[in-house]
């Protein structure tokens, strides 16, 4: 039975859409989670699942918080997270989700802006950084820690602190009674990134997102067969909707990645059917596959002849045009050597995925054409789609029988969208947030009182296909008054595998330049064809090696005007990460953040006439 055999128009709030899934299919597998200390994957049904989350009601309930307390969930994704989730919406409250690897004082200050009534967290020794700030924090009542035992679990400090064993002790025969949440109760107050600035608590109701739930159905169906794996954090509403809510509704199964670091070898010990992803996941296997290839002529000439054909197939079948240069006089030998080329190269990379994924979706950010090309060519189902938190999330989305990988598909049935002022994407629809938390101001500035949401982002809408150009605010001026969208630079930049990440700078400058973080496998490859020392710092400011980094930027540029090339370049090897504060916990750039880390790089990039490799 799939989605679209079930009625889901009665069903109006996130405790309903659990209860009923629990009726529906009580023996199904709901959860499948690697247990460390057995050493094996661990798998619950539907009603275990149910019981499960009873328990932490319970626990919950005894508390005695008021309605819609809020209730922060400092965990990595898991059964924990999930529990105290389910738990916080069945008794009214609202769940404050946080990225297990942000840094302290960004979750002190989430704590103290949504007056946190409980804090859940993974160690002791997380919640005593958070402490150690001095932030004050008046309504948090408890802090509950799951790594510790009871005995472990120190005493002193400003809140009271708990073991989890301790806390669901707690609530052992509590009837745990409470008025159910409404459509218009919170479901979540969710904080944007932060690429800017502070971040800003997006309050999504019970009926945004079950609206959006109801809507992705109508476009990508999974079935009570289809396995999810989760890996993107849950505090991301891509993968709360997309990966957790929505896998609720059909009844499908999800596994809990062991860690990103653990990602490749759960893609195959899972085998998962669905992929829910953004596309730093697809750009690191695909430049792992670009490294893979520059050992052997002959394994890229046959990987490349697998590509072409397989991307001409694809087209063929979505009806796309063919750019120029992808046609060949030979295209009519593709139904017979694309059997052979698929069982020698496309069914190795797809195994990489474990080798049963028929729906992988990317969303979060600009997937590069590139990397789609490549997987689509190679048989994997890639669907691009587009969304932002306060629209709980998705927008638009590809499906598999209608999927352009140049833009992000259509808008998603009851959702609206037109172009504003600047051609600015708008959205109106059930799924459009209630507003910001406490910023009433905020909420104005993007907030029509008609409905229509500002995205802040520059779109094309042709034959209801929206193409995203880029974040307004973003786009690059040059002191010529020439406009360029980083994101798009960026992204065609790091197809090549020397560059691991790639910052585009040049607001109210003379030309574009860049900072790039280089791949360590490929700066020794290009060191050594260059003849310099790799493990000195000071090559990377050798003119032969930054002419030879912007020759290679040129070629992936190729398709920009040519004011958009980069001429002058900062060359790096310390990678941009969430720990280092130089990337969202979403694995977006920090720009404001890079700007300030590399301002002084910048000055000298510009000082004097520009070169072809820069002044650094």
Same mark, same amino acid.
């Given at each position: 039975?799939?989605?679209?055999?079930?009625?889901?128009?009665?069903?109006?709030?996130?405790?309903?859409?659990?209860?009923?899934?629990?009726?529906?299919?009580?023996?199904?597998?709901?959860?499948?989670?690697?247990?460390?200390?057995?050493?094996?994957?661990?798998?619950?049904?539907?009603?275990?699942?149910?019981?499960?989350?009873?328990?932490?009601?319970?626990?919950?309930?005894?508390?005695?918080?008021?309605?819609?307390?809020?209730?922060?969930?400092?965990?990595?994704?898991?059964?924990?997270?999930?529990?105290?989730?389910?738990?916080?919406?069945?008794?009214?409250?609202?769940?404050?989700?946080?990225?297990?690897?942000?840094?302290?004082?960004?979750?002190?200050?989430?704590?103290?802006?949504?007056?946190?009534?409980?804090?859940?967290?993974?160690?002791?020794?997380?919640?005593?950084?958070?402490?150690?700030?001095?932030?004050? #924090? !008046?309504?948090?009542?408890?802090?509950?820690? =799951? +790594?510790?035992?009871?005995?472990?679990? /120190? $005493? &002193?400090?400003? @809140? *009271?602190?708990?073991?989890?064993?301790?806390?669901?002790?707690?609530?052992?025969?509590?009837?745990?009674?409470?008025?159910?949440?409404?459509?218009?109760?919170?479901?979540?107050?969710?904080?944007?990134?932060?690429?800017?600035?502070?971040?800003?608590?997006?309050?999504?109701?019970?009926?945004?997102?079950?609206?959006?739930?109801?809507?992705?159905?109508?476009?990508?169906?999974?079935?009570?067969?289809?396995?999810?794996?989760?890996? #993107? !954090?849950?505090?991301?509403?891509?993968?709360? =909707? +997309?990966?957790?809510?929505?896998?609720? /509704? $059909? &009844?499908?199964? @999800? *596994?809990?990645?062991?860690?990103?670091?653990?990602?490749?070898?759960?893609?195959?010990?899972?085998?998962?059917?669905?992929?829910?992803?953004?596309?730093?996941?697809?750009?690191?296997?695909?430049?792992?596959?670009?490294?893979?290839?520059?050992?052997?002529?002959?394994?890229?000439?046959?990987?490349?002849?697998?590509?072409?054909?397989?991307?001409?197939?694809?087209?063929?079948?979505?009806?796309?045009?063919?750019?120029?240069?992808?046609?060949?006089?030979?295209?009519?030998?593709?139904?017979?050597?694309?059997?052979?080329?698929?069982?020698?190269?496309?069914?190795?990379?797809?195994?990489?995925?474990?080798?049963?994924?028929?729906?992988?979706?990317?969303?979060?950010?600009?997937?590069?054409?590139?990397?789609?090309?490549?997987?689509?060519?190679?048989?994997?189902?890639?669907?691009?789609?587009?969304?932002?938190?306060?629209?709980?999330?998705?927008?638009?989305?590809?499906?598999?029988?209608?999927?352009?990988?140049?833009?992000?598909?259509?808008?998603?049935?009851?959702?609206?969208?037109?172009?504003?002022?600047?051609?600015?994407?708008?959205?109106?629809?059930?799924?459009?947030?209630?507003?910001?938390?406490?910023?009433?101001?905020?909420?104005?500035?993007?907030?029509?009182?008609?409905?229509?949401?500002?995205?802040?982002?520059?779109?094309?809408?042709?034959?209801?296909?929206?193409?995203?150009?880029?974040?307004?605010?973003?786009?690059?001026?040059?002191?010529?008054?020439?406009?360029?969208?980083?994101?798009?630079?960026?992204?065609?930049?790091?197809?090549?595998?020397?560059?691991?990440?790639?910052?585009?700078?040049?607001?109210?400058?003379?030309?574009?330049?860049?900072?790039?973080?280089?791949?360590?496998?490929?700066?020794?490859?290009?060191?050594?064809?260059?003849?310099?020392?790799?493990?000195?710092?000071?090559?990377?400011?050798?003119?032969?090696?930054?002419?030879?980094?912007?020759?290679?930027?040129?070629?992936?540029?190729?398709?920009?005007?040519?004011?958009?090339?980069?001429?002058?370049?900062?060359?790096?090897?310390?990678?941009?990460?969430?720990?280092?504060?130089?990337?969202?916990?979403?694995?977006?750039?920090?720009?404001?953040?890079?700007?300030?880390?590399?301002?002084?790089?910048?000055?000298?990039?510009?000082?004097?006439?520009?070169?072809?490799?820069?002044?650094?």
């Amino acid at each position: 039975m799939t989605a679209t055999d079930i009625d889901f128009s009665t069903l109006r709030t996130l405790p309903e859409l659990l209860a009923f899934r629990v009726a529906r299919s009580p023996q199904a597998d709901a959860y499948r989670e690697f247990d460390a200390g057995a050493g094996r994957w661990v798998t619950l049904s539907w009603a275990q699942a149910g019981t499960r989350f009873a328990q932490w009601r319970q626990a919950l309930a005894a508390m005695g918080l008021p309605r819609q307390a809020s209730i922060a969930i400092l965990l990595p994704n898991g059964l924990d997270a999930v529990s105290l989730d389910q738990a916080a919406l069945a008794l009214g409250h609202v769940p404050v989700p946080l990225h297990a690897l942000d840094n302290p004082g960004s979750i002190a200050y989430i704590l103290a802006d949504c007056e946190a009534a409980l804090l859940m967290v993974g160690s002791l020794a997380q919640w005593r950084a958070i402490e150690a700030l001095g932030v004050a #924090l !008046p309504a948090l009542r408890r802090v509950v820690v =799951t +790594g510790e035992a009871g005995a472990e679990v /120190a $005493t &002193g400090g400003t @809140v *009271a602190v708990c073991s989890l064993a301790d806390w669901l002790a707690s609530g052992a025969g509590h009837a745990g009674d409470s008025l159910p949440p409404t459509a218009d109760d919170l479901a979540a107050i969710v904080y944007t990134s932060g690429t800017t600035g502070k971040p800003k608590g997006v309050m999504l109701t019970h009926g945004n997102v079950v609206a959006n739930v109801q809507a992705i159905l109508a476009r990508v169906v999974p079935t009570l067969d289809d396995v999810f794996l989760s890996f #993107l !954090p849950l505090s991301h509403t891509f993968e709360r =909707t +997309g990966g957790y809510y929505l896998p609720m /509704a $059909t &009844g499908s199964c @999800v *596994a809990y990645a062991r860690s990103v670091a653990l990602l490749a070898e759960d893609l195959k010990t899972v085998r998962p059917t669905v992929l829910v992803s953004v596309p730093r996941i697809y750009e690191r296997v695909f430049a792992k596959l670009q490294e893979s290839l520059a050992a052997s002529p002959l394994k890229t000439r046959l990987f490349l002849a697998t590509q072409a054909v397989g991307w001409r197939r694809f087209c063929r079948q979505q009806s796309l045009p063919l750019a120029p240069g992808e046609g060949s006089r030979w295209a009519w030998l593709d139904p017979l050597l694309w059997p052979l080329l698929d069982r020698l190269v496309a069914r190795t990379l797809r195994a990489q995925f474990g080798g049963r994924v028929r729906v992988a979706v990317s969303g979060g950010a600009p997937l590069s054409h590139a990397v789609a090309r490549c997987f689509l060519g190679l048989g994997l189902p890639l669907l691009q789609g587009y969304g932002m938190t306060e629209t709980s999330p998705v927008v638009a989305a590809n499906g598999v029988d209608d999927n352009d990988p140049a833009t992000v598909g259509r808008a998603l049935q009851g959702v609206e969208v037109r172009l504003g002022e600047n051609r600015e994407l708008q959205v109106r629809g059930p799924s459009v947030m209630k507003g910001y938390w406490k910023r009433p101001e905020d909420t104005a500035r993007v907030l029509a009182p008609d409905g229509w949401l500002s995205s802040g982002d520059q779109a094309e809408i042709t034959d209801g296909r929206i193409r995203i150009m880029g974040r307004i605010k973003e786009i690059i001026v040059t002191s010529t008054g020439e406009k360029v969208p980083p994101g798009d630079l960026e992204l065609a930049i790091a197809v090549d595998p020397l560059f691991a990440q790639v910052l585009v700078v040049g607001d109210n400058r003379p030309f574009i330049a860049c900072v790039a973080v280089l791949n360590p496998v490929e700066w020794r490859r290009l060191a050594g064809a260059l003849g310099v020392d790799p493990d000195n710092a000071a090559s990377l400011r050798l003119p032969a090696v930054q002419q030879a980094a912007l020759a290679r930027m040129a070629v992936q540029a190729a398709s920009f005007p040519r004011y958009a090339m980069p001429r002058a370049v900062w060359l790096t090897l310390e990678p941009w990460t969430v720990e280092n504060a130089l990337m969202t916990p979403t694995l977006k750039l920090k720009r404001n953040n890079l700007m300030q880390r590399f301002s002084q790089a910048l000055a000298a990039l510009y000082e004097g006439p520009a070169r072809a490799g820069g002044s650094a």
